[in-house]
Every structure is written in C-alpha cells, then in structure tokens.
C-alpha cells in the first residue's frame, strides 16, 4: 500500500511539475550568448542573420568582410555592416565606423561623423573610443582638449590597460605644455562631460 502511495504521489507530483513548468516564460539568449554564436558561425548563415537586422550579426559580418575572413576583403561592406550595427548600439562597431569616417576606409573621410560616432562608443564607456578623440584634438593642436579626452579614456567603463597606460603618458607629455589652470579645465570637462551621459 505504501509502495503505490509512494508512486502515486510522484507520479502526480512530476505531472505537476509538468504543468508549472508551462508556465515559466522561455528566456531570450543573452546578448553575449548570441555575440558567441555569430562569433562562430559560418559566412552565409551571418549573412541571413545580419539581413535580418541582427546587430552582433552584422557586427561579426563587417569583421568578416573587413579582414577578408572566409569572404573576399571588402572595406564599402565592412563599413556597411559596421553602420547597421553601429546605428543598433553596438559601441564596438560605433568605434570602427568612427575611425573608418576619420580615415577614410570604406567611405569618404567625414570628421564630423567620425566625432559623432566615436563620441557615441565613448558614451557608452568605450575608452579606445575617448583615445581617439584626444589624438583627434592633439591633432589640431586644441591641447586642453585633448588632455580631457586622455582623461576620459582612464576613466571609462570598458578600460584597455595599453589605452590607459597609452593615456597616461600622452597626458603626462601634454601636462608638459599646460598650465595648471588648462588641466583643471580639462578634468572639469571631463567630469561634466560623464554626468552628462
């Protein structure tokens, strides 16, 4: 009597379960999941899945595309793929469309654009991005600004140690050339730059 009591009892508890679990809403793979598989996955399945409007598959397809991996070397769709995923959010491909506008692969040289998405990565704490906007400033010779953005790119959210290493030396050689005052202004641009984010 206890042995059916017993199996009874699990028989209707694993039914049970069964019914609860109908319940549990299936789960979207994370986003890191899905950059995994894409990371992965063979050319022409890529494709169909950037087609479809899939920024990480976009992403890895302009990577693809852009070193010439399992498909013909091609800057124009690297910078196409890279844009789509860049204009989704994706902060790594907003890094490469910006220094694809700078220096002008796969698309003429647009400074503004270069600025406006290097400055989307940087906002979303991509410090390769801030870098390259310092060497932006330093390039037209606006020091201050370029000392902020040095700044900025030893502080953000997603840090390479060689940026940062990189950044301090770049802001240790323009300390050279300011004053105390100009290197104030730089961290309070700094700062009200990230509260502004």
Known sequence: MK??????????????????????PQQKPSTSALAAQYAHMPVQDL???????????????ATHYQLGREIQKDDKQAFTWYKAAADQGISAAQLNVGRMYA????VSKN???ARQYLEKAASHGDNRASFNLAVME?????????YQWYELSTRD??????????????KTALAANLTQDQIRTARER????IQAQ
């Open 47 to 61: 494709f169909k899945a950037a087609k479809s409007g899939q920024a990480a598959a976009q992403f890895y397809l």
């Open 3 to 24: 042995k059916i009591l017993l199996g009874s009892t699990l028989f209707f508890g694993m039914l049970s379960m069964q019914a609860h679990a109908d319940y549990i």
């Open 157 to 170: 959210g997603m840090l390479d140690n060689k940026v940062m290493n990189m950044s301090e030396t770049k």
């Open 190 to 193: 700094a700062d009200r730059w």
């Open 111 to 113: 400074e503004t654009l």
């Open 103 to 106: 220096d002008g692969i796969g």
């Open 138 to 146: 330093e390039q037209k010779k606006n020091y201050i600004g370029a």
